[in-house]
């Protein structure tokens, strides 16, 4: 309440005012739900030697997400995902994704079982709140590139039962549903199979996620689906120019609509990550077949290379907020969450890890947003796409 307006109703006797202090920025994240809608830290599940319910540090382990961290408060919950890299639109292609995919779904499944005392399972809106009040973390499970479907829709279903309740139609390439927005126009938007996996997903009551799709293909979602879209991971175009971020005109569009975007830390800036590094980094994404000895070392000589050589993007915690208060000025509060690629390419110097997200919500309201503002970004907004997605499936 402003001094002045207490003043005057003080003065009328209008009310009694029991004044408490104001929660000091860590206190007040910590009371918010919080929730990211991109964490691909399922693909170490099965890392031999990595425990989800420890607490890594940046020095001695290359994963940003874990339990220990979760449970320090600073990330009450979010969306895990299953991720597959796009491979060729054969039968042999569609039957190895399917393979890859429902394994990673049962390593997401096998991790929430071992850690049931700390972590649950949820599938509907009003889960991440009831599962936080018992005092665990929340999973949703996502699927990242609908490519392991191969032609047959009815493979939703079974993610379904199992708890999927996000799914994007494609990655970095264009596959049998759409266009990637890192592709050529293969279908110039979505394919005739595409438009028949949006009804499928509507009928599911599953939320669709347009990040990675093209611009075209982000237009017809929203035309055609009966609910919103949500952009898991995504930026504003106007910070930084590439073809992942979008728009402000379509920004206005999504938020139009009734849709949400999740402000990314990948595509911030240019990458600038030296030769050298590169070829750590994606020898880093075979950790899961690696000893415990081999994963140390591979993680030492990148952390010491790091030192000494560009790494990553040409970006740091001053430009992930610039985009980010662009990103609340175009869309609104109501329009805007939070999905910063964790463990699949999120990050940049001084916002290494989710230790580094009390930060955000001291800069916002430090940006004059309110408390119910917060709880619309961090959860609020994500939980609505949600809801509505449920109140009209079956349609
Ligand atoms: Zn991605």
């Known amino acids: 309440m402003r001094p002045l307006l ?15 202090p104001p929660l000091d920025d860590a206190a007040l994240h910590r009371k918010q739900l919080t929730l990211d ?13 990595w425990d989800f319910g420890a607490r890594h540090g940046h020095e001695s382990d290359l994963v940003q997400v874990d339990l220990g961290r979760m449970d320090a408060g600073d990330l009450d919950g979010g969306f895990f995902v299953i991720y597959t890299a796009q491979g060729p639109l054969t039968p042999q292609g569609y039957a190895d994704a399917k393979a890859f995919a429902f394994r990673r779904l049962g390593e997401i499944e096998t991790t929430l079982a071992k850690f049931s005392s700390r972590i649950a399972l949820a599938t509907k809106a009003g889960d991440a709140a009831r599962i936080d009040r018992a005092g665990k973390r929340f999973a949703y499970i996502s ?7 191969g032609d047959d829709l009815s493979l939703l279903g079974e993610f379904y039962k199992r708890g999927v309740r996000l799914a994007g139609p494609v990655h970095f390439r264009d596959n049998q549903f759409a266009d990637s927005a890192t ?22 009551g599953m939320v669709i996620d347009a ?55 990948a595509y911030l800036g240019k990458s600038s990550t ?12 075979q950790m899961a077949e690696m000893t415990p000895a081999e994963q140390a070392s591979l993680i030492a ?13 040409a970006a740091d915690f001053e430009t992930y907020m610039g985009g980010l208060l662009h990103l609340i000025q175009v869309a609104g509060v109501d329009h805007v969450c939070f999905g910063a690629d964790w ?18 919500t001291a800069r916002l309201r430090a940006a004059g947003y309110s408390e119910v503002d917060l709880q619309k970004m961090w959860s609020g907004n994500v939980l609505r796409l949600l809801r509505i997605a449920d109140e009209r499936k079956g349609r």
């Not at 003043?7 to 009310?15: F, P, S």
């Not at 000589?301 to 993007?313: D, F, V, Y």
């Not at 463990?343 to 955000?360: M, Q, R, S, T, Y």
Request: proline share 7%; glycine share 8%.
């Open 274 to 285: 030296s030769p050298e590094l590169g070829v750590l980094y994606d020898k880093s994404e």
């Open 143 to 149: 699927i990242e590139n609908s490519y392991p479907l």
């Open 183 to 204: 592709d050529k126009p293969r279908w110039n938007g979505l394919s005739p199979l595409g438009r028949k996996w949006v009804k499928e997903m509507n009928r599911l």
């Open 301 to 313: 000589q990148i952390r010491a290379l790091e030192r000494t050589q560009p790494s990553g993007q």
């Open 6 to 20: 207490l003043a005057a109703l003080l003065a009328t006797g209008a009310c009694t005012v029991t004044q408490h």
């Open 343 to 360: 463990d699949g390419g999120g990050g940049v110097k001084d916002f290494e890890d989710i230790d580094a997200l009390p930060k955000v």
């Open 211 to 265: 990040s990675h799709a093209s611009d075209a293909v982000l237009d017809q979602l929203i035309e055609t689906s009966r609910t919103p879209i949500l952009l898991s991971h995504s930026g504003p175009r106007a910070t930084y120019d590439h073809p992942r971020n979008l728009d402000d005109d379509h920004i206005r569009k999504l938020a139009a609509s009734g849709g949400a975007i999740c402000m990314n830390s």
């Open 37 to 49: 809608t991109h964490l691909d830290t399922p693909m170490h599940f099965a890392r031999p030697g």
